[in-house]
């Protein structure tokens, strides 16, 4: 089979080898797509090096049909439709004790710290196996992943039902925050500098905000009779967001941080005093989110066709990263054995 290595120095490898030993409790999946991430390119970027071992293969954005079973696999056939939550934990630390699995304290998070995707077929435990619903296509269900994710966050914010929120940034996470957000009820802008995402972004029915030509706590101030935003979404992983996110939020509102900052940003801890603030994290997803975030690709909620970019073979990776790292695409899928 082929599969593509992360092996240093922004260089992605193309070999060919035998597929892995399936071991027990685990399927093999024929990969169809995968898609890159934000987290990808951070491996690519060499941010993640302390961590990766290379050669490494990544991805996990992924979905495929799975075609053989390990010993004691049950309640799965050759031949489903599967996505991944490429989460496995060891269910004995204190954060796996306390029902909170997900972000388990030695978390193995499956694409970084484990082989991902990334190769024509795969093997995964049984245990982290998604059931696509009957109807998606695998184009349409390798965005299940990042869907959960945004899931994920909304859910993680409790943001209600006419509620305004303001996310800030219009990447790929950005924007399906925003979507997951309306589909939930509120009333949802992304703040975005660069015109280009701002204009996908409003192409999606998306209403936008520029911060660098109007004064943006204004802006929300007024959209919002004066109170704040209910929540804010940090999803650009600028400082300067950070910093001016606590000002868009209403007395007692929740600033929720989705960006992977790599170093510590000043915070206005007056403000978050002042009006009682509360700022959450959310990192990856649980099974909940995943399996509601399939459901809204399988309604039509998510608008995959105008979100996926481009598809590229498995051969053109390392030029993939290259559009991305550029800015130059919202999403693009790997096809491996989509046919």
């Known amino acids: 089979m082929l599969a593509v290595n992360y092996v240093g120095d922004r260089t992605m490898a193309l070999e060919e080898r035998e597929p892995a030993d399936l071991g027990p409790g685990e399927v093999r999946i024929a990969v169809a797509y995968v898609g890159i991430c934000g987290t990808d390119l951070h491996v690519f970027h060499g941010d993640m090096d ?9 991805g996990h954005e992924m979905s495929g049909t799975i075609v053989d079973l390990g010993h004691g696999v049950e309640g799965w056939s050759i031949g489903d439709a599967v996505t991944v939550m490429p989460l ?13 699995e997900h972000i388990c304290q030695h978390l193995d998070f499956i694409g970084i710290d484990s082989p991902g995707a990334l190769q024509q077929y795969w093997n995964v435990p049984a245990s982290t196996l998604v059931r696509l619903p009957s109807g998606v296509s695998l184009r349409d269900a390798a965005l299940v992943e990042p869907v959960a994710v945004a899931v994920h966050d909304v859910r993680r914010s409790e943001l209600g039902d006419g509620d305004k929120a303001v996310v800030i940034g219009a990447g790929p996470i950005g924007v399906l925050i925003a979507i997951v957000a309306a589909a939930f009820g509120a009333d949802v802008v992304i703040a975005e500098i660069d015109p280009a995402r701002r204009a996908t972004a409003a192409g999606l029915g998306l209403a936008t905000l520029d911060p660098s030509s109007v004064d943006q706590t204004a802006w929300v101030e007024e959209w919002t009779g004066g109170a704040g935003a209910d929540v804010v979404f940090e999803v650009s992983g600028s400082a300067a967001a950070v ?48 399996e509601r975030a399939a459901e809204l690709v399988a309604e039509g909620t ?24 550029a800015g130059q695409a919202m999403k693009l899928l790997v096809e491996l054995n989509a046919s």
């Open 243 to 290: 910093q001016a996110a606590t000002d868009l939020v209403k007395v007692r509102g929740t600033l929720v941080v989705v960006a992977i900052h790599a170093q510590p940003r000043p915070v206005d801890l007056h403000r978050v005093f002042w009006r009682e603030l509360r700022i959450l994290g959310a990192r990856v997803y649980e099974r909940r989110d995943f």
């Open 50 to 58: 302390g961590r990766v071992s290379k050669p490494a293969t990544i």
């Open 88 to 100: 496995v934990w060891d269910g004995t630390c204190p954060a796996c004790r306390a029902g909170n």
């Open 302 to 325: 998510i608008p995959v066709e105008k979100l996926v970019t481009g598809i590229v073979p498995l051969t053109e990776v390392q030029s993939a990263f290259g559009v991305l790292e």
